[in-house]
């Protein structure tokens, strides 16, 4: 039996006929703009994997610098081990190597006896960062409280050793810097800031020795 076919009238009043030829002249009347759309995304996903492979190799070179920079720290070396840390600081401050660097630099600061305030500065750009690094800033941020401790601004000394006592890994360290954090705000006369640290402290598992200690806060505010 010969196939049917069917006549160009029947075509056009055919359904599946009719939305294939309003997707074809949908392409054709907006051809140029699907190509710019095609051409954005391409060069959106090629932008994509090319800055995680640029992302990927800055972290290489900061971490090699970086490592040269510590091994000058570990020797005592603290110019030569400042400039690897200031190059890291300053041409990878994006990588995490970067960030961490701050944080070296105010300890070389301290130790080749720079004004205070530069180890400050570079101690705060370093707690500031998005780095998650708890135990270095838990240093950081008792070395902050110190600064402040010295220098009569007792309220945001507590401040930054109650951020300490918070970021530190051991419970032995939470409790020895949420203590100084009392007793700073205890000579500042900050009793709600008392309280706040109070309250944190009784949130670990203290054994009866630190128990005595944090109730020897309260007697004295």
Do not use: C
Request: charged share 30%; net charge negative.
């Amino acid at each position: 039996m010969a196939q049917k076919h069917m006549t160009k009238k029947e075509l056009k009043e055919d359904p599946f006929f009719e939305e294939v030829a309003h997707i074809v002249d949908f392409f054709r009347k907006h051809q140029n703009l699907l190509i710019t759309i095609s051409i954005i995304v391409l060069v959106l996903v090629a932008g994509f994997f090319g800055s995680k492979a640029i992302i990927k190799q800055q972290n290489e070179k900061a971490g090699g610098y970086f490592g040269i920079a510590i091994d000058y720290y570990s020797k005592d070396q603290l110019v030569e081990a400042e400039d690897q840390f200031m190059l890291v600081a300053e041409q990878y401050k994006r990588t995490d190597w970067g960030k961490r660097s701050y944080y070296y630099l105010g300890l070389i600061a301290e130790g080749l006896g720079r004004p205070e305030e530069e180890a400050l500065e570079y101690f705060e750009t370093y707690v500031n960062s998005n780095l998650e690094d708890p135990a270095l800033k838990a240093s950081a941020y008792q070395l902050i409280g110190t600064y402040y401790y010295r220098n009569g601004d007792l309220l945001t000394a507590g401040a930054n050793y109650q951020k300490a006592a918070k970021k530190t890994l051991a419970k032995s360290e939470k409790v020895n810097l949420g203590i100084r954090a009392g007793e700073a705000f205890i000579e500042a006369g900050a009793d709600k800031k008392l309280d706040e640290v109070v309250n944190y402290l009784g949130t670990l598992d203290l054994n009866d020795i630190d128990k005595a200690r944090v109730k020897v806060l309260t007697v004295l505010k």
